[in-house]
Structure formats: structure tokens, C-alpha cells
């Protein structure tokens, strides 16, 4: 369509060249008149198709920006969730919770040695000493505090901004991959383009979705973090980072 757009003008020219040196002079200015106006409308219909995948492209690249920052707020709390507990969370109130009154805990490692009393036996009793590393415990520090501050951004991180919804939230799931039989923590939390451009033109949203670009967000979702592989890694392109 766009090419028979671009086209269109160029094909009406033509035409007018060929009224004006072969068609009888009696009916030029009627055809001609049509014709003009024919050319008019393509070029306005080429100019509005152009006009709105730029203004596609801005409001996409505006929405996508505030999407991605609650996606890494979500990553980080998610990796410190993994951090203290072990696991990562698939329940917003409980990784709601989790900031608010859970704590890392800071250590210091240390190098230091022992007898060993195997070693000192089996010598007929000359002392042997073995190394060991020592884990002293020095406090502790919020989990909030560490990672918002006193910014309390992390009440409103599963929400989607720009949503038709202001309630709509993030999809967050979480579970475990089995490598080499060992069961390893995955998340992935994620949102349909077509919720975050709601408003904007279908056939401009559909084209989104089937994008497979490097400069693009690829798939029909914004996500972070993956359920099919060890990867906490959002599926955008670093130029839609470089401002957050």
C-alpha cells in the first residue's frame, strides 16, 4: 500500500503528460482537473501514512522508556528476593512485603587457619594446620533502603504505565529450571505491547509485534527475565536503556 502510495503521484504525472500531448483539447481540462485532484489526495494520504509511524514511533519510544524502569525495579528486587530467600517470588504483595521489612545481611570474609587434628595424628602429633575462610556477620541493611532509598517507587513497579487500566499489572511468574539436575530460580515478568499502545492505530500495533530487529523490542511483549532459560536480562536494545 505504501509503495502504491509513493508511487501514485509519479503515475499521475504521466497521465497528465500524455492528456496533454495526445487527448483532444476539448476534454483536457475536465480529465486534467481530476487528475490533479487525484494527486493531491495520494500525496496527502502518503504524507498522513508517513506522519503517523513517526508519531507511532515516538509515543512508542516515549511508553517503552517508563516501562523498562519498572522492569529493572523489578529485576533488582527480584535478584535481592533471590539473594535473602533463595528463591524468586511470584506474588506482587509478597515482593511488596519483602522490601519493606526484609534485610541483606553484610559480611566480611576472612582467611585463617585451624589445627588440623587428622593431619596432627597421623604425623605422630607435629601440629598441621589447615586453611579456612571465616564469615563474620556486621549488620544488617533494608532491602528498601539499599535499593530505593526513600523513593517508594517499588509500591507502584507492577503497574503498567500508560495502561487503559492505571490497575493493570505487570504479568510476574516464577519457578524453577532444571539444568544437569540441579533446579535453578527463574523469573520473568513481562507485558503485551498492545496493552502499553492500546490507543494508538491497530494496524501500526500489529506491524510492532512482528518486529525482529536490533534496534527494536522483538516479540509482541516488553519482558525481563525468562522462564525457558537462566537469563534476568530485558529483551530490549541497549538505546532504549541509555536514558535510565
Known amino acids: 500500500m505504501k509503495i502504491f502510495l509513493f508511487l501514485s503521484p509519479f503515475i499521475a504525472i504521466g497521465i497528465v503528460y500524455y492528456v496533454k500531448t495526445r487527448m483532444q483539447d476539448k476534454h483536457r481540462p475536465y480529465v486534467l482537473g481530476s487528475i490533479w485532484f487525484l494527486i493531491l489526495v495520494f500525496a496527502s494520504l502518503l504524507f498522513t501514512s508517513i506522519y503517523d509511524e513517526i508519531k507511532f514511533d515516538e509515543v512508542k519510544n516515549a511508553r517503552y522508556q517508563l516501562v523498562i524502569k519498572n522492569l529493572k525495579d523489578i529485576r533488582d528486587t527480584q535478584l535481592a ?25 553484610i559480611t566480611q570474609r576472612r582467611d ?4 588440623d587434628k587428622e593431619m596432627t595424628k597421623r604425623y605422630g602429633g607435629v601440629k598441621t594446620f589447615k586453611d579456612i575462610v571465616i564469615v563474620d556477620t556486621l549488620g544488617f541493611i533494608s532491602v528498601k533502603d539499599s535499593l530505593f532509598g526513600f523513593d ?9 504505565p500508560f495502561s487503559k487500566d492505571d490497575q ?4 510476574l511468574k516464577a519457578g524453577f529450571l532444571n539444568q544437569n539436575g540441579i533446579d535453578i530460580p527463574v523469573f520473568e515478568a513481562f507485558v503485551k505491547k498492545r496493552v502499553i499502545l492500546y490507543d494508538q492505530s491497530l494496524n501500526l500495533v500489529l506491524k510492532e509485534n512482528q518486529v525482529q530487529s536490533v534496534d527494536g ?6 519482558k525481563i527475565g525468562s522462564m525457558n532459560e537462566v537469563n534476568t536480562n530485558g529483551n530490549w536494545p541497549k ?5 535510565n
Open 168 to 171: 493493570t499489572r505487570f504479568q
Open 239 to 243: 538505546n532504549y536503556s541509555k536514558d
Open 217 to 222: 523490542v522483538n516479540g509482541s511483549s516488553l
Open 112 to 115: 585463617s587457619s585451624v589445627l
Open 152 to 160: 517508594d517507587r517499588y509500591l507502584s513497579m507492577m503497574y503498567v
Open 81 to 105: 528476593h533471590r539473594t535473602v530467600k533463595g528463591v524468586f517470588q511470584d506474588n506482587w504483595d509478597s515482593l511488596v512485603k519483602f522490601v519493606e521489612i526484609d534485610s541483606f545481611t
